[in-house]
């Protein structure tokens, strides 16, 4: 049913991100479909890397260590971003048509006023791309 799932991911807040990993590892099985881990990040040095690259390599740990504590096919890609921010949902909508993903599977927050006046990450991915979109709370 679905050929590739996406999963935006935070590596600041994996923590947070439990249960939307744990879902897509189980579609993965479920589909035999491989995850692309995603992860936006600044040019500039960070708590996760001092350069885009460093942040990029500490990604790719992170897809290799889910794929073997899942047992599923990973891959990481990173996206490099002057202030993700505010490029976050763009860089999210390009991911998926770059990784030719059509199941995006991201944790979600409950919703407070904020959300109310501005759009949701998986909104725009819904109304911006082909992908279907589960969003699971943490």
Known sequence: MYTKIMVPVD??????????????ANLSKLYNAPVAYVGVT???????????AEYAARLEAFAKDQGARHGI?????????HDPAVDLSDALVEAVKTTGSDLVVMATHIPN???HIWP???????????????LVRS
């Open 11 to 24: 590596l600041a807040h994996v923590e947070k991100l439990q249960r939307a990993l744990d879902t897509a």
């Open 42 to 52: 600044a040019a500039a040095p960070g708590p996760l890397g001092h350069n885009a």
């Open 73 to 81: 096919s990973t891959q990481s890609k990173s996206v490099v971003s």
């Open 113 to 115: 006023v904020v959300d």
């Open 120 to 134: 949701s990450n998986g909104g725009r991915l819904a109304t911006h791309t082909n992908a279907s979109v589960f």
